[in-house]
């Protein structure tokens, strides 16, 4: 049976933030959430093989480079 959930005082910048995450992955609000929420609850674990595939779409060759893609990451948030 599913419940329905509210959450107040949402800040506008996080709307904004979650707006554009939507469009980016064609989905509603309500969608982006509910899939944001089963992700946190219970990740999908990748296979050595899926993890590998990964690593090599992002182009990753030494761990130096990882370690600067994260980086870039933090800090433009």
Same mark, same amino acid.
């Given at each position: 049976? /599913?419940? =329905?959930? =509210?959450? &107040?005082?949402?800040?506008?910048?996080?709307?904004? &933030?979650?707006? %554009?995450?939507? /469009? !980016? +992955? +064609? $989905?509603?609000?309500? #969608?982006?959430?509910? =899939?944001? @929420?089963?992700?946190?609850?219970?990740? %999908?674990? @990748?296979?050595? #093989?899926?993890? +590998?595939?990964?690593?090599?779409?992002? #182009?990753? %060759? =030494?761990? /130096?480079?990882?370690? %600067?893609?994260? $980086?870039?990451? $933090?800090?433009? !948030?």
């Amino acid at each position: 049976m /599913a419940v =329905t959930l =509210t959450i &107040k005082r949402v800040p506008e910048e996080l709307v904004r &933030k979650l707006r %554009r995450r939507a /469009a !980016r +992955h +064609h $989905r509603s609000i309500q #969608g982006e959430l509910l =899939t944001l @929420l089963e992700d946190a609850i219970s990740p %999908r674990e @990748l296979s050595i #093989g899926e993890l +590998h595939s990964e690593i090599q779409a992002l #182009g990753l %060759r =030494t761990p /130096a480079e990882s370690v %600067r893609m994260i $980086r870039e990451d $933090r800090d433009a !948030r």
